[in-house]
């Protein structure tokens, strides 16, 4: 019993070291994306809310999120719902 000990370690670090890239995007929205703020209308919103440099505008999930920087500087990842252009999610580093 003691040789597979190795492997069981083996396994729960797979498992742990898979369990961040597991996390999904918020839930932003259930209204089809036929209904949704096109690309360059939610840029425009966004950038009036005063991010800069965006690196990535993308849809994730039910959102559309981006990579940019605060009108402070610091980076931010932020999640939008793309019906209203709220933001549903912000992370600030």
């Given at each position: 019993m003691i040789r597979f000990a190795p492997l069981k370690v083996a396994v729960a670090l797979v498992a742990l070291s898979a369990a961040p890239m597991a996390m999904a995007s918020?839930?932003?929205?259930?209204?089809?994306?036929?209904?949704?703020?096109?690309?360059?209308?939610?840029?425009?919103?966004?950038?009036?809310?005063?991010?800069?440099?965006?690196?990535?505008?993308?849809?994730?999930?039910?959102?559309?999120e981006i990579y940019a920087h605060t009108k402070k500087g610091k980076r931010a990842e932020v999640y939008f719902n793309p019906v209203n252009g709220a933001v549903v999610h912000n992370n600030v580093d």
């Open positions: 918020p839930a932003c929205t259930k209204v089809p994306e036929a209904k949704w703020l096109t690309p360059a209308q939610m840029k425009a919103r966004i950038a009036k809310m005063g991010y800069r440099d965006i690196k990535v505008f993308q849809v994730s999930g039910s959102c559309y």
